[in-house]
């Protein structure tokens, strides 16, 4: 069965920093491109960062580029969001999610985690 489990978030001023991990098992988690969402209240889910197997290539969505690192531990099957800069904006339930293959995108992903909650207040 597979499961990923989403840690890290929490309440954060404007301008800090916050790092979500995400603990997978069930898979061969080396072998699956594994990505950052995000859902804010009353708005669709949308992709954040993705990162491919080996961390070779990684994608964000401009509205995060040069703030959030997408990177991975494949010995610890975890992946994590670095966040910085962090803007009211970001405030939304985030989620990892898991694709076979070898190329990010923003849609097709099997497995999903059940999200963490990330406020930032101004």
């Known amino acids: 069965q597979v499961q990923l489990v989403e840690s890290g978030g929490g309440l954060v001023q404007a301008g800090g920093s916050l790092r979500l991990s995400c603990a997978a098992s069930?898979?061969?988690?080396?072998?699956?491109?594994m990505g950052w969402f995000r859902q804010a209240p009353g708005k669709e889910r949308e992709f954040v960062a993705g990162?491919?197997?080996?961390?070779?290539?990684?994608s964000y969505a401009d509205s995060v580029k040069g703030r959030f690192t997408i990177f991975r531990d494949n010995a610890e099957n975890t992946v994590y969001l670095q966040m910085n800069s962090l803007k009211s904006e970001d405030t939304a339930v985030y989620y990892c999610?898991?694709?076979?293959?070898?190329?990010?995108?923003?849609?097709?992903?099997?497995?999903w985690g059940q999200g963490t909650q990330v406020t930032v207040s101004s």
């Open positions: 990162i491919t197997w080996n961390g070779g290539t990684k």
């Open positions: 069930g898979l061969t988690f080396s072998s699956y491109v």
């Open positions: 999610a898991g694709k076979s293959g070898t190329l990010i995108s923003s849609s097709r992903y099997a497995y």
